[in-house]
């Protein structure tokens, strides 16, 4: 990108000779020290920047500063079919704002600049989200209490198993209820909890009329020591009575705990969940999920339902398969035993062109052993099998790396983009390797590198079926001010990388980029450990928004589009409006974006067929495959023979 940098300089030194001439003497000699090369050396840089030539093959970045009372630590982001933003902050990851209860949700208008500040009734920091069929956005899962680490870990603590072996009546306990040790040790729960009654279960599975033997049910609940330090560690398992109990109660319902210590108190999950009506823009609380869950990913199948995968339960520990599905008509989730899986934390997991075939790139988020869980595979949900595919890179360093579709998705393609060692590891890669999943044997296979290594790279698709790569850091959460204010475009169809302009903001862990309706990427968000190289200063959560225009908006005109129905059938076909139909070479379904943690598992970009009709009207075709086109809504781009996309028009896609 250099040498392009300073071929532009050159072109453009011969119209602005004239002005250097006048200017830069008079402001050299005026000062007359390095800070004047400096300033220089920056209005240069800003000339460039600038220049219609660098916009044409660059494009360009702007920050955007909103008022400070509206401002909040984008830890979700979402881009709902209004047109608007939505930024999940929940407690925001600060302990001050959990502790107060102070959550918060803004909806923000990126044309008109309008903001709102939702009522947000549970933590929603670090949930998972998709998109339903009518537009709404489920957000399920939150945080219910915050890690806590030595030496700030002062009372003993850990999971205690509630058993209930009544199969007549389950048990509803309080915040607070009493768990004591045979020796006298005496824990209080952390939460409110309920532990269902007790299973009958038919001797013979044939005969479910015949005797039956009880198999009490479990709860598992956080506890901690009501004595401060050591005197509450215990390493020796035990059953406790709980405190209160009368009757059958007493003998019926107890404790069990193996390990109570101080160490390393993980963030712990709830089950809340609620859908945020976009129209409304309103929180509706629905069924919650049967686990809690904190870092879980979400996601739509064909038929409309959500699957919630993986995240750490109520008392912090990663859920060892554990999955469940919610139906959009009932409100209520479902424990699938069926499905019965174990992920990392956030995984990417996409629907496939094959019906009850999901893809899982190994991208996540981090939580879980590193030996399990993280080869990327093929999951056949009918079968509930797993199929591992080879030939990824670096297969060690895909915690906080991206993955994504690449190109329409009915080239079935998925990337892999940078990545980083499991936890605090200072590794990354540059990798980007590309699977081709119609392969009769699919496996990855190289692509380019990006600029440099990377973990947290917010990778966008655009309408001209190109991707954006841009921000991250080389180190683990920004350290040692390693963020990269880089971008590039990725080129699926030739599997190469070009460079885009430099954003300003450095951004990384919990950051996203989305898509917009006009064709820009808006990013958001940002939450580096520290501000400075030595890793001396704390650093704050980043506030400015950056909207980046691609090169394609500064090449001509956008084409527009005149008119387009709000609703179409999978399968069915739609007509469609433009004075620049002559122009148009393809159009494209682009579902909205919900990103958090590098994780991103709505986006896909659907090729549609044109036909132009002698009155100068297209005729777009939408494929029939819900699994290629998942029901919901979609922005639909018409791109010009430049390359150039319109501003799309809203449309959803029905049965």
């Known amino acids: ?72 630590n984008a830890i979700h982001a979402a881009l709902l079919p209004t047109g608007k933003l939505l930024l999940i902050a929940g407690s925001g990851n600060e302990q001050k704002q959990f502790d107060a209860g102070k959550f918060r949700t803004l909806v923000y208008d990126p044309v ?13 920091f670090c949930a998972g989200h998709a998109f339903l069929p009518d537009g709404k956005l489920l957000v399920a899962g939150g945080t219910q209490r915050f890690e806590l680490l030595p030496p700030a870990v002062k009372f003993a603590a850990g999971a205690m198993r509630v058993k209930n072996e009544s199969p007549d009546k389950g048990h509803d306990f309080p915040k607070g209820t009493e768990f004591v040790s045979p020796d006298g040790r005496r824990y209080k729960a952390t939460n409110a909890f309920s532990v269902p009654p007790a299973a009958k279960v038919p001797v013979n599975p044939r005969k479910p009329n015949g005797p039956v033997t009880v198999q009490a049910s479990e709860t598992k609940v956080f506890v901690e020591s009501e004595t401060e330090g050591p005197a509450g560690v215990t390493d020796v398992p035990a059953q406790y009575t709980i405190t209160g109990l009368e009757g059958l109660d007493v003998n019926n319902l107890y404790g069990l705990a193996e390990k109570l210590n101080l160490d390393k108190q993980d963030f712990q999950g709830i089950a809340d969940s609620f859908e945020f009506d976009p129209f409304t823009e309103q929180y509706v609380r629905v069924g919650d ?3 809690k869950r904190w870092y879980p990913s979400l996601l739509g199948l064909p038929d409309g339902q ?52 999901l893809f899982y790139s190994g991208s996540n ?39 994504a579709f690449v190109g329409p998705v009915q080239d079935q393609k998925v990337a892999v983009f940078g990545g980083g060692g499991v936890g605090e590891s200072p590794k990354s890669t540059a990798r980007i390797d590309v ?58 169809d030739t599997n190469t990388i070009t460079p885009a302009a430099d954003p300003t903001v450095g951004r990384d862990y919990h950051s996203e980029g989305i898509l917009l309706p006009n064709g820009q990427v808006m990013t958001m968000g940002g939450n580096a450990l520290f501000r400075d190289p030595e890793d001396l200063k704390p650093a704050t959560f980043e506030k400015r928004l950056e909207i980046f225009t691609p090169a394609y908006l500064f090449k001509s005109p956008q084409p527009t589009i005149a008119d387009a129905p709000k609703t179409v059938p999978l399968g069915g076909s739609m007509t469609v409006s433009s004075p620049d139909a002559a122009r148009i070479t393809k159009a494209r379904l682009v579902r909205p974006s919900a990103a958090t943690h590098v994780t991103d598992l709505e986006q896909r970009t659907v090729a549609l067929d044109v036909a132009k009709k002698p009155d100068g009207t297209l005729t777009l075709g939408v494929p029939k495959e819900d699994t290629i086109v998942p029901p919901g809504f979609y922005m639909l781009f018409l791109v010009d023979d430049q390359g150039v996309p319109s501003i799309a028009k809203w449309v959803q896609v029905t049965r």
């Open 1 to 72: 990108m250099r040498k392009a940098i300073r071929g532009l300089l050159r072109q453009l030194n011969k119209r602005r000779k004239m002005i250097a001439l006048i200017v830069l003497p008079v402001v050299l000699l005026a000062v007359n020290v390095p800070p004047a090369i400096a300033f220089v050396k920056e209005m240069q840089h800003q000339w460039l920047i600038d220049s219609p030539e660098y916009k044409r093959q660059y494009g360009r970045w702007d920050v955007i500063d909103l008022p400070e009372d509206v401002q909040v």
């Open 112 to 124: 008109t600049g309008q903001t709102k500040l939702v009522p947000t009734p549970a933590d929603m």
């Open 289 to 291: 999920m049967k686990y």
């Open 306 to 357: 959500i699957l919630s995968v993986s995240g750490l339960d109520g008392v912090g520990q990663i859920l060892n398969g554990d999955n469940e599905t919610y139906d959009p008509v009932t409100k209520v989730w479902t424990e699938r035993k069926d499905l019965y899986q174990y992920f990392p934390t956030y995984p990417a997991l996409f629907q496939t062109a094959t019906p009850d075939v």
């Open 365 to 403: 988020a981090g939580y879980g052993p590193a030996d399990k869980g993280r080869d990327p595979a093929f999951w056949n949900l009918k079968k509930n099998t797993i199929t591992t595919v080879p030939g990824l890179r670096d297969p060690d360093l895909m915690e906080t790396s991206g993955s």
């Open 435 to 492: 699977i081709d999943l119609k392969a009769a044997k699919p496996e990855f296979k190289p692509g380019p590198n990006l600029p440099a290594p990377t973990r947290y790279p917010n990778v966008v698709q655009l309408p001209d079926d190109s991707l954006l790569i841009s921000n991250g850091s080389q180190d683990y959460r920004g350290k040692h001010a390693s963020w990269n204010y880089l971008a590039s475009i990725y080129h699926p």
